[in-house]
């Protein structure tokens, strides 16, 4: 009699602590979109310097084109956890993330994958040429996941 | 003998003359390959497979199926692979010019405006007719059209002729004798083949674009978006941008931020913009850039 009752008392809580936890997520919806929001603003500052230097508007820096890269392919890792259930349209809070995210997430996941195998490559680019011969790839990898899983203004 | 010989020369050149004109309109001759690669960039420039070809389900090349969104209904691009039965096979290259020219099926009806003819009208008879030549090459898929999911009053096609008369000028595209040949070739692309203001130009609640405003932005665009003023206002337009920024937007749909452009843009990069030569890229940015600078902020899509 006294393990049932303290069994009982156990799941009640653990039901309690899952009730919790999920009010939780829920509530933290809008922290993160705007965490994922800066990440991606994290990205286009860093395609902005290599787009610079491709273009020899910024004199070449072997250092900050590598820099710039690994940021991008460290978002790129983050990005299959930075669109979690319920961060859509439904948080409402302003978000261009697209409900095909939810509907494809495997394609979704597989876009980012693509992004970070790009990225890595750049990363792993040795000179001017390299980058500039990489980094379209790159910009590619970024458009193939916008097209379908983002609205085109935010 | 003179005469006769004269004859003679008349009536060959008339029954070449004739045969020609038979050979263009019989589906099964060939066009030249020139005239179907030199249709291959009209095609890649108009954009046809966005709206003809179902990519997001790996539909086969103009097969049509893609659902287009308007506030009238939801349309479905049709079949235009030259099956005989589901597609235009049995169309000849004038009943093609004319629904590219005027809006009108083969059997005459009305199209819908859906399909872009308010812009298409403007191209030229040749690019018309290299369209038609590559539009042969392709597959012929035995694939029915989906029915638009259109309500009334919008799916009465008598309605369309209205329409017409109000918003629709029909007429070959006139090079502006002031502006440079590259500014013009420019324009040719921008308001011929890829149809910018179709979705740049704002839409009044009947679906016409608002003329005047011509490329300052739309805030009834496809998909709900949003679509940006591309005219060169410094503010509200593409005014600051750079030559390198307007070149890599047209190729990777870059923007000056370091952002890649989402949703149909994407798509038109991908398929028609990103496709541009070299020379017709600069073209395109000429033109924009000779456009009176609009002052019109697009009002960024309301959440949620």
Known sequence: ???????????????????????????????????????????????????????????????????AATTINNTAKMIPSLFPQGTGAEAGVKTAALP???????????????????????????????????????????GGCHENYRAKQQ | MRTAACIAAVLFLLGAGIHATQAQEASAVAASPSAASRGQYVFNLAGCTSCHTDEKNKGPLLAGGVPLKTPFGTFYGPNITPDPTYGIGAWSEADFVRALREGR??????????????????????????????????????????????????????????????????????????????????????????????????????????TAKALAGNTRGPDKDAVPNITPDPDTGIGKWSDA??????KDGMTPEGDFVGGSMAEVVRNTTGKLSGADARAVIAYLRSLPPIRNKVEEKKSP
């Open chain 2, 105 to 210: 099926g083969r059997d005459g009806a009305h199209l819908f405006p859906v399909f872009p003819f308010t812009s298409f009208t403007r191209m030229t008879d040749e690019d018309a007719k290299d369209l038609w030549a590559y539009l042969r090459t392709v597959p012929a898929v035995p694939t029915p059209n989906k029915p638009h999911d259109v309500g009334f009053p919008f799916n009465v096609r008598l309605g369309q002729m209205v329409w017409k008369w109000i918003f629709f000028s029909p007429g070959r595209f006139r090079p502006d004798p002031a502006k440079s040949a590259e500014v013009n070739r420019g324009a040719y692309i921008v308001q011929a083949l890829s149809h910018c203001g179709e979705c740049h130009t704002q839409r009044n609640l009947l679906g016409g674009v608002d």
């Open chain 2, 245 to 250: 920024d307007l070149t890599d937007l047209l």
């Open chain 1, 100 to 142: 095909a995210i939810w509907q494809n997430k495997a394609d979704f996941d597989a876009k980012a994958k693509t992004l970070e195998e790009e990225s890595a490559k750049l990363m792993a680019a040795n000179d001017e040429a390299a980058v500039k011969a990489q980094f379209p790839n790159v910009g590619k990898a970024c």
């Open chain 1, 1 to 67: 009699m006294n393990q049932g009752w303290r069994l009982g008392a156990a799941a009640a809580g653990v039901a309690v602590l899952l009730g919790v936890a999920v009010v939780a997520e829920a509530q933290n919806a809008p922290a993160q979109i705007t965490q994922r929001q800066e990440a991606m603003k994290g990205q286009g500052a860093a395609v902005r310097t290599l787009t610079q230097m491709v273009r020899g508007e910024q004199p070449w820096n072997q250092q900050a084109a590598r820099q």
